[in-house]
């Protein structure tokens, strides 16, 4: 089988193509042939080892996937040869098959595509977990999406449409926010062009916001916190932006704000009940047609390195897929 492999540090093109010997499935796993790879931002980061996570050499980058069940190791219960299914790993997906533990799977319906399936995981399932478990955001309060146009970002716009918010987008240009207006965003922000603390407060009419969400960091944080209304919630997702801001926590204590980490990954090993049940309802509401799952575009493997490079510029808006 032919695997992207990562075998040195670096950037994209670093990466290379390789010929492995297909996976066996041992107990309690699957082995799954790869139609659709997705990749993230942090794939970026990973393959550079400046990621939380830092495989031993080489590893395959990709954190989920869609594919067929070509095989079942012992013990296997719950899942059948030729199911479709989502896989879901901190790395090593993209490659043409792999042998994962079927508690790394999730049944994909009908009227869900390998196209939406693939890249459902991480970034919906990071944003449903913060805005339904961290933030508990509820019908009628205001969310501010920082970085909407991108992978989470705009699955938070979609997912808090869709849970009953007022959603502000926040991204660096017209044509980002277009997007995410297209998404279920009812007001923006252009924080490229306007002091992003003065337009929330202008567009909340000096109430603050109930959430923020924010996979960005670097110089809009703190602006961000500020813009908070009583009892507000700031979701802490990544640092896209490269800077991991040190915030005044006398804000914090002014408002009664909550500051909520969301490490998705430490949920889905922690909490897996609700991992599942966060998974299910995903998939209901793109089956519904309620949740897109917007795809940027799909990639042969081949193209890695563009593939990786929409990513790195941050010019992607949706999810970036490769078929191996």
């Known amino acids: 089988m032919k695997a992207l492999l990562c075998t040195r540090l670096g950037g994209p093109d670093d990466l290379t193509i390789a010929e492995l010997p297909d996976p066996v499935a041992g107990p309690g796993e699957a082995m799954v042939r790869v139609t659709l790879a997705a990749l993230n931002f942090f794939d970026t980061l990973i393959i550079a080892g400046r990621y939380q996570v830092k495989p031993e050499l080489p590893f395959s980058p990709g954190g989920e996937a869609c594919g067929v069940i070509e095989a079942l190791g012992d013990g296997v219960t719950g899942f059948a040869i030729g199911d479709r299914v989502i896989v879901h790993q901190t790395f090593g997906t993209c490659r043409e098959r792999i042998a994962v533990g079927t508690r790394h799977l999730t049944p994909v319906p009908e009227g869900v595509s390998d ?14 977990h913060a805005l339904r478990d961290r933030a508990r955001l509820q019908p009628g309060e205001t969310l501010a999406v920082l970085g909407a146009s991108g992978g989470v970002g705009l699955a938070a716009v979609e997912l808090g449409a869709i849970m009953g918010a007022r959603v502000i987008a926040c991204a660096s240009s017209e044509a980002k926010l277009a997007v995410a207006r297209a998404h279920g965003a009812t007001m ?24 923020i969400y924010d996979p960005i960091g670097g110089e809009h944080a703190e602006q961000a916190l500020r813009s908070l209304g009583w009892k507000g919630r700031y979701l802490v997702i990544g640092f896209a932006a490269g800077d991991i801001p040190r915030i005044p926590l006398n804000l914090a204590l002014l ?10 990954g430490v949920f889905v090993e922690r909490e897996p009940d609700a991992h599942r049940a966060n998974q299910e309802q995903l998939l209901a509401w793109v ?38």
Do not use: C, M
């Open 115 to 128: 196209e939406q399936a693939a890249g459902l995981t991480i970034t919906y399932g990071t944003s449903l």
């Open 287 to 324: 089956a519904e047609g309620r949740l897109t799952a917007k795809v940027h575009g799909v990639h042969p493997l081949t193209d890695y390195a563009e593939a990786l490079g929409i990513l790195k510029r941050r010019e992607a808006v949706g999810k970036v897929l490769l078929r191996p």
């Open 255 to 264: 408002k009664g704000i909550d500051i909520q980490g969301v490490h998705w």
């Open 188 to 211: 923006a922000v252009d924080y490229g062009a306007e002091n992003l603390r003065e337009a929330l407060r202008r567009l909340t009419e000096g109430q603050g916001v109930d959430v």
